[in-house]
């Protein structure tokens, strides 16, 4: 029991400390009820250099208020950043608002539209390409974008220090970019700045492809010697970067996670921009942005909401076009996949219907029947491969060096990460060798390297293919060509040991012709044919890829590299 | 005086240094590698990059070095100031620490005062009305509110309040601790402590309702009232407040989940952050500042201590 003198010690000191937490919670970033003062880490923009004397004039469906509010942020990102020079992340959908990119895509992923370059060609064996500058494009402090602007930013964009995620894959073939990219040189050779409105390309092999390459907004040019020494910092406000879209950022605060943009003064397309001001608020959590949905505080996010919300906002998913989608994979470089028997066996057996139905019982995504993408312009419509055929099945597993499922060596399986619909096809599908074959002997581990010494030995792994531009040459060189993504790699590749000459030389002889070339599609379907003759893959289906914004944000749609496109056009409809 | 603080204070470089030591070596051995965690396509899952840019930047970053000379390094620079340079931020994380920091030590002191607010009166009254109703109904509430997660009371809350009662909007950013955005967020974190406290308090009272000197002071006729706040808290309030300040400290530490679900870009959201981008000089920070403040709060403890009991030397 403590004395009167000691209790009264002890509240004079319990006092003196909550009378010092207040000040301590007065003194840091103020608060009121009003909106929030500027905040010392906020980076405000410098005073446009030319104000616009009156905006466009807007669509007649238009608000009044063209204000645009995004929750930026997914899960597991958890940057908050609009640089330009990193090829990937969150903010690769926001690019085009403030940087215009070298050409884009139109919203069907057919048409190449121009940007920065308003024409392009290539010589005849699609080694040097040559491309100008549309003569209205200029920076926001209204000098003229230049070819050494997009020289020097596809340099920087070069060298490993920037960071830039794809660049190995745009312009890899350049000559004189492994150069720059091992630093051993900061000057490109093959880009070569003809005069200020003309940029040459050189590549070391032919490239009937270079132009849509170099169709994203992750190779947006950017004003060179702004960002040459200062790749880190040149985007943001403070630093007064010159921008080519149709907005710029007015403020930046990496640590609120807040930032707005405005229109560029010097905007020099012929429509737009409408949006009086974009507000971006860091919300990766699904759930926040769902209820900030619900509750009318934002208009759009990519924080992958559920679409149990749909209930509600019947209107909120925007369905877009995606290209490519996840398969389950078989490994020939393991035994027993490397049986072409076991594999037609393990593929027969399986119901893909009843396998699609199993992963997306809500519907909400497209059945598989062929290799390339129906969504991309050369493909077969018509044809469906692996029909269900339990006793062609077990007749294959009888012809493999097996004889039966008894003597099949396990089977190891890993859908490679938790995503709910793979992994139920991927039960489902063990279900259907379970019941055709007889094969029990199989281990499910929901990631490779849980299988430890024996992740090599893997029979089976998901992954999708990813290409960046609409071209089913290049959808068959990732899936099917050794030197693609999905073959390559060593021994722990997720098609490990596939090697089909035929095919190999199938691609190859497409990627050689050009584009608008109708024999390009034929040999390309050709070389699917032959793949899938091998027996590799097995389809569970492909979700049905959506935006989730307001049905009265007009005009936002995106393209191939999930970039908007066109951000000049958005605005708000009357609500 | 002089010897005791010395002493405390070598103690506490020693055992901080051990905790930088064993955080540092549990990263370099145990954890991700950063460099291919910035590369890796979450849609594709696999590395858009090839690994000779990757051992670029794992110079540049200083990750290509052994233990040993990187260990050195961190605490060489740390001797300066210096907290590190965010790998995924591209910046300062002292600068970033400053900023969250404080938004944190604010909601964990506001939601510290809730809790004790409104735990230390049920807990009294609780034990004013020992194995009744209202007894129960308080203890049944504190052990609801222990076993539900905040993750879960969160949201729920926020629908609860957004969406169907639709008194207040989804709180976002930080707008300063007397913003009304605060409530919400301020409620959910006082919700993990005020369990203990109306447990801790309601134990005390039990405990000096049955001393002679309360027999004593009904005896001589005091009201109730009196009896309770003059001569029954005070000394039930000593190890409440006491715990207070651990309670803060786990809150300012620990308020993860609350910052995520609200979207408070506060200390528990930056150790996320740098847990989820396995963004070293972020998580080494965290450790660090997480580490100074359970010290410097013991030492303070020990220093006011004396001052409360002198029974309690400095020995």
């Known amino acids: ?575 | 005086m002089f010897t005791y603080l010395s002493t405390r204070a070598l103690r506490w470089i020693t055992g901080l240094l051990l905790v930088l030591f064993v955080s540092y070596a549990m990263m370099f051995y145990g954890t991700g590698d950063p460099i291919k965690r910035m590369f890796i396509d979450l849609r594709e899952g696999s590395m858009t990059v090839d690994d000779a840019m990757l051992d670029k930047l794992r110079a540049k970053y200083g990750l290509d070095q052994p233990f040993p000379v990187q260990f050195a390094n961190y605490v060489g620079k740390l001797m300066q100031g210096d907290l590190g340079y965010s790998i995924r931020e591209k910046r300062a994380v002292l600068t970033m620490v400053q900023v969250r920091l404080p938004i944190s030590m604010q909601l964990g002191l506001v939601a510290t005062v809730l809790a004790a607010l409104i735990g230390v009166p049920l807990g009294v009254a609780a034990a004013l009305h020992h194995n009744r109703r209202l007894d129960s109904l308080i203890v049944g509430i504190s052990v609801f509110l222990n076993a539900v997660p905040i993750f879960v009371t969160g949201p729920l809350l926020m629908v609860l309040l957004v969406l169907v009662l639709k008194i207040m909007d989804v709180p976002f950013g930080w707008k300063g601790i007397f913003h009304s955005q605060v409530i919400l967020p301020v409620t959910v974190l006082a919700f993990s402590p005020l369990p203990t406290i109306v447990r801790q308090t309601r134990a005390a009272m039990l405990e000096v309702m049955g001393d002679d000197y309360i027999r004593t002071a009904r005896a001589k006729g005091l009201p109730e009232r009196i009896i309770v706040l003059r001569h029954m808290l005070r000394p039930v309030l000593i190890p409440v407040v006491t715990s207070l300040g651990l309670i803060m400290i786990s809150l300012v530490n620990g308020a993860i989940f609350v910052e995520l679900i609200f979207n408070i870009p506060g200390f528990g959201k930056l150790t996320l952050q740098g847990l989820q981008q396995v963004d070293y000089p972020i998580i080494m920070a965290v450790i660090l500042i997480g580490t100074l403040i359970v010290m410097v709060s013991n030492l303070l403890v020990d220093i006011v201590y004396p001052f409360l009991d002198p029974r309690i030397t400095r020995g």
């Open chain 1, 1 to 575: 029991m403590l004395s009167r003198t000691c209790a009264h010690r002890f509240w004079r000191v319990a006092s003196l400390l909550l009378v010092l937490a207040l000040a301590l919670a007065a003194c840091v970033p103020a608060g009121t009820s009003q909106p929030a003062a500027p905040q010392p880490q906020a980076q405000e923009a410098a005073p446009a250099a030319e104000q616009p004397v009156a905006g466009p004039q807007l669509p007649a469906d238009a608000a009044p208020e063209q204000v645009l509010r995004i929750a930026t942020g997914s899960s597991g990102s958890a940057s908050f950043t609009f640089t330009p020079m990193r090829g990937g992340g969150d903010q690769q959908s926001w690019q085009t608002f403030v940087w215009m990119p070298p050409m884009y895509f139109d919203e069907e992923f057919k048409d190449l539209k121009p940007g920065v370059f308003n024409q392009w060609k290539a010589n005849e064996d699609f080694t040097e390409w040559v491309f100008s500058i549309d003569p209205r494009v200029k920076w926001s402090d209204g000098s003229p974008v230049t070819a050494a602007d997009v020289k020097g930013t596809w340099e920087i964009m070069a060298d490993p220090l920037t960071e830039h995620g794809r660049i190995v894959g745009y312009i890899g073939k350049v000559e004189g970019f492994q150069d720059v990219y091992e630093q051993k040189t900061t000057d490109m050779t093959g880009l070569i700045v003809v005069d200020d409105m003309t940029l040459q390309v050189k590549l070391i092999a032919p490239d009937p492809l270079f132009h849509y390459r170099i169709a994203t907004t992750h190779m947006n040019p950017v004003k060179a010697e702004q960002a040459r020494g200062n790749v880190e910092e040149f985007w943001k406000p403070e630093n007064k970067p010159a921008v080519s879209g149709p907005y710029m950022l007015e403020s930046f605060n990496p640590d609120l996670g807040e930032a707005t943009m405005v229109p560029n003064p010097n905007w020099w397309g012929d429509e737009g921009p409408y949006l009086e001001k974009i507000t971006f608020q860091f919300v990766p959590q699904a759930e926040t942005a769902a209820t900030m949905l619900l509750n009318n505080q934002i208009d759009t996010t990519i924080a992958g909401v559920s679409p149990s919300i749909r209930e509600q906002l019947p209107d909120v998913f925007r369905p877009t076009k995606a290209i490519g989608f996840n398969n389950f994979w078989l490994r020939p470089i393991s035994e027993p996949t490397d049986d072409l028997n076991v594999r037609k066996a393990l593929i027969l057996s399986v119901d893909f219907q009843a396998v699609f139905q199993a992963a997306f019982p809500e519907g909400d995504a497209s059945l598989i029947t062929q290799m390339i993408d129906t969504d991309l312009p050369c493909n077969e419509q018509e044809m469906s491969w692996y029909p269900y055929d339990p006793e062609a099945a077990k007749a294959a597993l009888a012809a493999s060096k097996y004889g039966s499922a008894e003597n099949l060596p396990k089977l190891r399986v890993s859908p490679r990460g938790d995503w709910p619909p793979m992994n139920r096809a991927l039960e489902a599908i063990v279900e259907f060798w379970r019941q055709n074959l007889g094969i029990t002997n199989v281990e499910f581990k929901v990631r490779p390297d849980e299988f430890g010494e024996d992740e090599a030995k893997l029979n089976l792994l998901r992954d999708d293919v990813v290409v960046r531009f609409p071209d089913s040459t290049q959808y068959m060189w990732v899936a099917a060509h050794s030197a693609g993504p999905i073959v390559s790699g060593g021994e722990k590749a997720i098609m490990a040991g596939y090697k089909n000459l035929e095919v190999e030389a199938l691609i190859e002889e497409a990627q050689a012709t050009p584009v608008d070339d109708a024999k390009r599609c034929e040999l390309t379907l050709e070389a699917q044919r032959k793949f899938m003759d091998d027996y590799m893959v097995l389809f569970f289906g492909n979700p049905n890829s959506s935006r989730v914004v307001r049905e009265y944000v007009t005009n936002f749609i995106s393209g191939p590299d999930v970039a908007m496109i066109e951000t000049w056009k958005i605005y708000i409809a009357a609500h």
